[in-house]
């Protein structure tokens, strides 16, 4: 994007902001009057929508500023600690209504990557989308092969061209802003606008989003708490995804799940539950879960499941990093911030120059006031938030994975609370916690770190008489070439020192011979001195070694 149409898109964020009086709603201690002044200078940009409600107007700009600022709005629902409910429920609206585009445009960009038209391949396709999304759209069909109900999700039109001009102007504006702010600045909105980048473009690709879902579906095939769709892979594409419909409950449709008497304590615990085991059972977590991407089954409400859809943005995280994590939440659970601190230079979080007791203050800082509350109050996904945030003052780089991380726990944890507001995340953890710790140290863990390899093992063992043998005789080769090479460099050695010998005698000589030259004692015996040193350096330089690599 040139730099006029970056000032362009920067004018239109400004705009759309200000007709929809988004600068009224900020609280009067954050307008200095630098602000004000500012803000009275664009005097024709007037609020047209004053008899809205402050939730709806900053739904309608999000909306109108794209996919970007729609997922941010997304993120921002389930906030419900932070946000009135009928802020919070006005951007939950934002998940999968956002106005459609037209059916031709989708039906074309389908046909595209089908290279087909959409009728070879499936019955009553329909021109009315089930869903548009920020991102996507949704058409229902009927899969000729197997009669099978499935939906096509197709990328919307010049999606990326837009995401990629936003994001460079979201980063533009940041990184302005973090130069204004100075170095100290806690704030760092370059870094957030980065991680937010990695996270969004994971999404533009359906087929990596294909790979991911049927990776996680073949996790939880056994599961009663999550269902993942089955994915047509040979259907899949990157601006086109295939896979079954599912019907179920908006898990953020409280009053359908009550109305069906479903055991929202139940289903709030499983959410906490499946967290974890994404997590530290498979190392694969879903980074995505805004309330719109999960559905309730509608069958057995008393012990519900959820459905989970839109795989985009998946998270893993090193062997190292999850152990460390684990006892991280076990140190924080049990109130322990020495350990907390303790546990960030031993997993390298932090470099071992750290000024360890100020380090142990800012966690004290951080979690005491939170251990003064029940547990049921805490909220973890918001104190690993603060712990990062004072990792960083201590100049310590938080990975992008462990901030994934961090923001899908504030979105379980919303989500859970919003389902049950008495959520006890350590009640419901602790268990799943304390067992994973048990299978990660002591000798059943290591039996089972050994069972891992045994297929590995099993696979190499039919090749080891011929790798002992290969290897023997290497090893013989190689002896062989060895003592070659200590004898070359042997005689290399001797050749060297008899030189040596011979050039010190000669030049002992020549100056034994120029001495008696200079006493005019005896002529022949310096001329018997010079004629043998030179004969002698001669020897000598002709029986220096070669220079030669061994
Ligand atoms: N397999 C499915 N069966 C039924 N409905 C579906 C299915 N997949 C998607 N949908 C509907 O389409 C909506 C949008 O899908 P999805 O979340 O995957 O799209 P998206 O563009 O990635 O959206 P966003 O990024 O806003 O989450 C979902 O909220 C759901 O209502």
């Not at 869903?131 to 899969?143: F, G, K």
Request: charge should be neutral.
């Amino acid at each position: 994007m040139s730099f006029v149409s970056s000032i362009k898109r920067a004018y239109q964020v400004v705009a759309i902001f200000l007709h929809y009086g988004l600068d009224e709603l900020l609280p009067k201690k954050m307008t200095p009057w630098y602000f004000r002044l500012w803000r009275r200078s664009l005097f024709w940009l007037r609020n047209k929508h004053k008899n809205k409600a402050g939730g709806e107007r900053l739904k309608l700009a999000l909306q109108e500023l794209g996919p970007v600022y729609i997922k941010f709005g997304q993120m921002l629902s389930t906030r419900r600690d932070l946000l009135s409910d009928e802020w919070a429920y006005e951007l939950a609206m934002l998940q999968d209504r956002v106005p459609p585009f037209d059916s031709q445009l989708a039906r074309a960009a389908i046909e595209a990557e089908l290279k087909a038209p959409i009728e070879s391949l499936f019955d009553d396709f329909d021109d009315k989308p089930l869903a548009s999304a920020s991102i996507s759209q949704v058409h229902t069909a009927t899969l000729k092969s197997n009669g099978e109900r499935v939906v096509l999700k197709v990328l919307r039109p010049n999606v990326e061209k837009q995401i990629l001009a936003d994001l460079l102007l979201m980063s533009q504006t940041a990184h302005l802003i973090d130069s204004l702010l100075g170095s100290g600045n806690r704030l760092r909105p370059a870094e957030v606008v980065d991680d937010y980048r990695t996270t969004i473009l994971g999404e533009l690709n359906l087929k990596l989003e294909a790979l991911n879902t049927v990776r996680l579906r073949n996790n939880f095939l056994d599961s009663n708490a999550l269902y993942i769709p089955y994915v047509y892979e040979d259907l899949c594409y990157p601006r086109l995804m295939v896979m079954e419909r599912i019907e179920g409950i908006p898990v953020s449709d409280i009053a359908a799940l009550k109305a069906q008497g479903t055991n929202l304590q139940r289903l709030a615990e499983k959410g906490v539950e499946l967290f974890f085991t994404q997590v530290f059972r498979d190392n694969f977590f879903h980074a995505d879960m805004h309330p719109g991407n999960i559905f309730v089954s509608r069958e057995n409400p008393q012990d519900p499941h959820y459905i989970g859809l839109d795989c985009g943005i998946m998270g893993t995280l090193s062997d190292t990093d999850t152990r460390y994590l684990a006892e991280n939440f076990l140190a924080f659970f049990n109130r322990d911030y020495h350990r907390i601190a303790q546990l960030y230079v031993e997993s390298g979080w932090v470099s071992a120059d750290t000024d360890m007791q100020a380090f142990e203050q800012a966690v004290k800082v951080v979690c005491e006031p939170m251990f003064n509350k029940p547990l049921n109050q805490i909220s973890f996904g918001h104190v690993l938030l603060e712990l990062f945030r004072t990792a960083r003052e201590f100049h310590i780089i938080v990975q992008p994975q462990l901030v994934l991380l961090e923001k899908t726990l504030l979105y379980i944890e919303g989500l859970g609370r919003q389902l049950y507001p008495q959520l006890d995340l350590w009640q419901t953890a602790k268990p799943f916690l304390e067992q994973w710790m048990a299978q990660q140290v002591g000798p059943k863990a290591m039996f089972s770190k050994a069972k891992k390899q045994l297929p590995y093992w099993s696979d190499k063992l039919p090749e080891l008489p011929e790798l002992i043998y290969d290897n023997l005789k290497l090893g013989r080769n190689l002896l062989g070439s060895q003592q070659q090479m200590l004898d070359r460099y042997l005689r290399h050695q001797q050749r060297s020192h008899t030189s040596n010998y011979l050039l010190i005698t000669s030049a002992v000589l020549l100056i034994c011979g120029t001495i008696l030259f200079t006493q005019d004692v005896t002529l022949w015996g310096a001329n018997a001195c010079v004629i043998a040193g030179a004969i002698i350096w001669l020897l000598g330089w002709r029986s220096r070694p070669k220079i030669r690599k061994f």
